[in-house]
């Protein structure tokens, strides 16, 4: 595993949730050159590091470890099931409609019987 690959996956997870590196480096109790430094695969940070950065970010340590296409593929999957599952939702949603709709009906019907 690359530094680089380390410090551009915790640079894209920093982004994608709307931090700036001052905030996490606050947060770690280090400089932003300190912090910068990681991100841009200058510093080979330890685990107990990245632990921390990982913590602060909310994610699995692990999040910064795969080599990007790795990481890709886990987020596509991730992004399906995600949209697999609200589509379910929605099934399941129209199926109970279906449902409540034909006990009407057969409401109606036994009152009319």
């Known amino acids: ?22 905030s996490i480096a606050n947060e770690l109790g280090i400089s ?11 510093t080979n940070p330890s685990i107990l590091r990245l632990d921390q950065i990982a913590k602060c970010l909310e994610v699995s340590i692990f999040d910064f470890l795969m080599e990007p296409e790795a990481k890709s593929t886990k987020d596509s999957v ?10 379910l939702k929605k099934e399941v949603a129209h199926l109970k409609d279906v449902i409540d709709n034909k ?4 409401s109606l019907l036994k009152k009319e019987s």
């Open 78 to 87: 991730a992004s399906s099931l995600e949209v697999e599952n609200i589509l």
């Open 1 to 22: 595993m690359d530094l680089r690959h380390i410090g551009t996956n915790i640079r894209v997870t920093r982004v994608s949730k709307g931090l700036n590196q001052e």
């Open 103 to 106: 006990n009407e009906i057969i």
């Open 32 to 42: 932003i050159t300190a912090y910068s430094k990681i991100e841009r695969g200058k």
